[in-house]
């Protein structure tokens, strides 16, 4: 599935935590009168160090599998602002693209469909220019489990010979199961090969969703995700790409990003 276009801002959310001092009350420690507007002022900026930035990446490719239907589904996501799109625009992807294909890899061609390189080497002949965001890794690791002939670290290596010195991040994978080519084992090889690739392409990243990801949001075949997880995911995604690759402050070189909320689920 293709998406382009405009999905409607979301709105506005609410900070992530309050200013941590004595009675809850900025000055309280030194007997100092507080005004309201000093207090929100301090709750802002304590807030500020974990909600999520903008990013410097105004054009997105989001590259995915089937873990990323539910990102763009009306039925998993009803509202339009939890949706990939809107969350993308949400910390200043002006132009987000989604090409998305169930049982989709990067090398192998379900009934003839195209694969990643595919996705992107037509999007580079039709001119795009950003940032990539490669949401595969499950087919990958599962391919190379039952002999796929093209190894974990090849396919890592085909993509970024495509996007180049473009800006790009991918996405840790992980299931719940224990046995078959999709045993969350193999996502294990795949998310290694992920981080040492960092070491050959300076602007790769990698954003650690199976650290984040709980149990509790996979569905019944222990590989996709339920409402909640499509929901956590795509703010998370956006969360990571704006740590990734900050539109202000310094650039982080560091491979691993996270989103602003760690392990715990969003209340936004």
Known sequence: MLYTGQAPPPPGRAAALAAAVV??????????????????????LAAADDEPGMTS?????????????????????????????????????????????????????YKGEPNAQDAIIAALENGFEGCFVIAMGL????NVAVGGRTGIVERIDLIQALVGDSPTMWITVKTLRTSGPWANDNMLDMNQA????????????????????????YGKDRIHFTAEGDRERAHRIANALAAAFPASGPQSYQCRVESAWGENPSET
């Not at 009675?23 to 802002?44: C, I, M, R, T």
């Not at 087919?139 to 599962?142: R, S, V």
């Not at 992920?194 to 969703?209: F, G, I, K, L």
Request: proline share 7%; aromatic share 6%; glycine share 6%.
């Open 139 to 142: 087919n990958e690791a599962a």
């Open 194 to 217: 992920m981080y040492d690739a960092c070491r050959r392409y300076p602007q790769m990243r990698v954003y650690d969703w199976a650290s984040e990801a709980s149990d509790s949001w």
């Open 57 to 109: 990446c105004t054009s997105v490719l989001h590259v995915g599998d089937s873990s990323s239907l539910g990102l763009i589904s009306e039925t998993s996501l009803p509202d339009p602002a939890d949706r990939m799109p809107a969350q993308y625009q949400r910390v200043g992807v002006e132009s987000p693209v989604m090409d998305i294909l169930g049982a989709r890899s990067v090398v192998e061609r």
């Open 23 to 44: 009675d809850d009350k900025p000055g309280a420690l030194f007997g100092l009168p507080v005004s309201e507007a000093l207090e929100a002022g301090l709750h802002a």
